[in-house]
């Protein structure tokens, strides 16, 4: 179960496995100030899965902004990154 | 507090199974736009809507990208113009449409409804105006989109604005026929027609409305017919259930960005429209779900049973998610914009009539319907008598969009890409009702109207 409040994302990476996808995806995030929460990860026949729960109170970035530079790291390293605002996962799953 | 299995099933809803908004509709007053003359009318119209709706669509944007939602369109309705441009002194209409086609190309949104009148019980000066400009009104311009509200249940049907809009969508259809008679994809008439509907080409604001407000259509066929591909041979209890929560996690989708473009853009929230609302794409059918409830394709027996308990069990999810529920709220069966519907029309397994049945158990009605270009305007007129028979006597919306196209039989086929698809054209009972038609009137309110 993640913490959540009204700043935290979620950022999924899903795509083949390689070395150093959380280095890369981290660095931007303390670059940017955004604090990491939690992570968890799993590799299921080399299917790589992250999902980190972040903390934006502090960045200096805007929501979308920070998805945007991720979109762009996502095609350098071939794999698919998501950040989402986590309202979508409380307003889809919790009563 | 979210587990990792809510967060990847809610990506893959998205990813592969095209989750989306279908719509943020902004309806706009235009009550206020009225004067004397044309031209200024006009102008206040173009001014009004582009003030209003100035940030729908960057505001839409935003919300898309922050939540990662697909928000397929943003829309506009208006005030129907027969009550707008009543007391502007002329009778040509079409320059209130190219108003408002001017004012959305300008806002950037991909549609705008509310070339429109009420006309269930009778037609005022106005109305008549409105509605012999829609053929003319609908060629020349490219957003704009026409509805007319012809019966409800409290006043009954106006039979002769259903035999006029046999003529009316037969001259729609030959004005567009170098464009497969797109015209008529942009007109639609309805018995109980909702005055909150987001959805084109229906959507208007009716006068019971507020100044601006702020309507979601969702989507979602494709997490419905995916989820039911989990409990293949359980009973229809479970199939039922199945729907529900699916519904439910779709509505809460549509409540959020409606919540969120509506505090974003100061415009008060209307409603949650819990619409299935298909589109072409493989995997966003219908028409695919029945099939998923056991059938062999969409119009075998068993179809109009299958969609009444779909529709049944949307509506129980949605309205758990989101207290202001609206608009048409139900299945939708266009048969150009389903995949599913276009296959089994196409092979010969869904008929014209088997959709009427078929609408006496969801919204909307017959939608987006190709027939051939020589059936007779009066035949036009009794499927849509029919039509409104069904929403009156039953306490339901129902509707008609139809195409009538020029130089084409049955076995050839529309073709309109995008949202809008195609469809092949189906046989229409060759018997005449135009005698029944020409007779004019009023069919009286059921007696179940006698509510008070």
């Known amino acids: 179960m993640k913490p959540m409040n009204n700043h935290t994302a979620v950022i999924t990476v899903v795509g083949h496995d390689t070395i150093g996808i959380?280095?890369?995806?981290?660095?931007?995030?303390?670059?940017?100030?955004?604090?990491?929460?939690d992570i968890t990860q799993t590799i299921m026949e080399d299917i790589f899965t992250m999902i980190m729960i972040v903390d934006m109170t502090e960045s200096t970035i805007s929501i979308k902004e920070l998805a945007d530079i991720l979109d762009v790291l996502g095609e350098e390293i071939g794999l698919s990154i998501r950040l989402q605002h986590?309202?979508?996962?409380?307003?889809?799953?919790?009563? | 507090m979210i587990t990792d299995f809510e967060i990847l099933e809610t990506i893959q809803m998205f990813q592969e199974q095209h989750l989306d908004v279908r719509t943020i509709t902004m309806g706009i007053n235009l009550m206020d736009c009225a004067t004397s003359s044309a031209?200024?009318?006009?102008?206040?119209?173009?001014?009004?809507?582009?003030?209003?709706?100035?940030?729908?669509?960057?505001?839409?944007?935003?919300?898309?990208?922050?939540?990662?939602?697909?928000i397929i369109h943003k829309r506009i309705s208006v005030t129907p113009i027969s009550i707008v441009a009543a007391s502007s002194g002329t009778k040509d209409y079409t320059c209130f449409a190219r108003a408002m086609d001017a004012a959305a190309?300008?806002?950037?949104?991909?549609?705008?409804?509310?070339?429109?009148?009420?006309?269930?019980?009778?037609?005022?000066?106005?109305?008549?105006?409105?509605?012999?400009?829609?053929?003319?009104?609908?060629?020349?311009?490219?957003?704009?989109?026409s509805s007319l509200n012809l019966a409800t249940s409290r006043s009954g049907i106006n039979m002769d604005a259903v035999r006029d809009m046999g003529r009316i969508i037969k001259q729609t259809a030959e004005l567009t026929k170098d464009r497969d008679a797109i015209g008529c994809a942009k007109l639609v008439v309805f018995a109980n027609a909702p005055e909150d509907n987001p959805f084109m080409a229906g959507a208007f604001l009716g006068p019971g409305e507020p100044e601006c407000v702020i309507n979601v259509?969702?989507?979602?066929?494709?997490?419905?017919?995916?989820?039911?591909?989990?409990?293949?041979?359980?009973?229809?209890?479970?199939?039922?259930?199945?729907?529900?929560?699916?519904?439910?996690?779709?509505?809460?989708?549509?409540?959020?960005?409606?919540?969120?473009?509506?505090?974003?853009?100061?415009?008060?929230?209307?409603?949650?429209?819990?619409?299935?609302?298909?589109?072409?794409?493989?995997?966003?059918?219908?028409?695919?779900?029945?099939?998923?409830?056991?059938?062999?394709?969409?119009?075998?027996?068993?179809?109009?049973?299958?969609?009444?308990?779909?529709?049944d069990a949307v509506k129980k999810g949605g309205t758990m998610a989101s207290s202001f529920v609206g608009g048409l709220s139900g299945a939708f069966i266009p048969v150009s914009e389903d995949e599913g519907m276009i296959a089994a029309a196409t092979k010969g397994a869904l008929t014209l009539e088997k959709l009427e049945a078929m609408t006496?158990?969801?919204?909307?009605?017959?939608?987006?319907?190709?027939?051939?270009?020589?059936?007779?305007?009066?035949?036009?007129?009794?499927?849509?008598?029919?039509?409104?028979?069904?929403?009156?006597?039953?306490?339901?919306t129902t509707a008609v969009r139809i195409i009538p196209m020029p130089g084409k039989g049955v076995g050839d086929f529309v073709e309109y890409g995008g949202l809008l698809g195609s469809a092949p054209i189906m046989s229409v009972n060759p018997a005449s009702c135009a005698d029944f038609i020409n007779r004019g009137g009023r069919i009286p309110a059921p007696i179940h109207s006698m509510r008070n």
Not at chain 1, 86 to 95: K, Y
Not at chain 2, 39 to 65: F, H, M, N, P
Not at chain 2, 113 to 135: C, M, N, W
Not at chain 2, 364 to 382: E, H, K, N, Q, R
């Open chain 1, 22 to 37: 959380i280095a890369s995806v981290s660095a931007i995030l303390a670059e940017k100030r955004v604090n990491i929460k």
């Open chain 1, 86 to 95: 986590a309202g979508l996962f409380n307003a889809m799953h919790r009563i």
């Open chain 2, 39 to 70: 031209e200024e009318t006009c102008k206040r119209i173009y001014d009004k809507i582009t003030r209003q709706a100035e940030r729908l669509v960057s505001v839409g944007e935003d919300i898309s990208r922050e939540y990662r939602v697909p």
């Open chain 2, 105 to 145: 190309k300008a806002c950037g949104v991909n549609f705008i409804g509310g070339f429109s009148a009420l006309v269930q019980k009778g037609y005022t000066d106005s109305d008549r105006y409105l509605i012999e400009s829609i053929p003319e009104s609908l060629a020349t311009t490219d957003f704009v989109c």
């Open chain 2, 217 to 311: 259509g969702i989507s979602g066929p494709g997490v419905i017919k995916s989820a039911l591909e989990t409990v293949r041979g359980e009973d229809l209890g479970v199939v039922a259930e199945t729907i529900k929560k699916s519904a439910f996690k779709i509505t809460r989708v549509g409540e959020l960005v409606a919540r969120e473009a509506s505090s974003r853009l100061g415009v008060p929230f209307g409603i949650i429209d819990l619409s299935l609302a298909p589109t072409p794409v493989v995997g966003d059918s219908i028409a695919r779900i029945l099939e998923e409830f056991g059938l062999e394709s969409c119009g075998a027996w068993g179809t109009t049973a299958a969609l009444a308990m779909l529709n």
């Open chain 2, 360 to 396: 006496c158990v969801c919204s909307v009605g017959l939608d987006m319907i190709a027939i051939p270009g020589d059936t007779p305007a009066t035949t036009i007129s009794g499927i849509i008598a029919d039509e409104m028979a069904i929403g009156t006597f039953n306490n339901k």
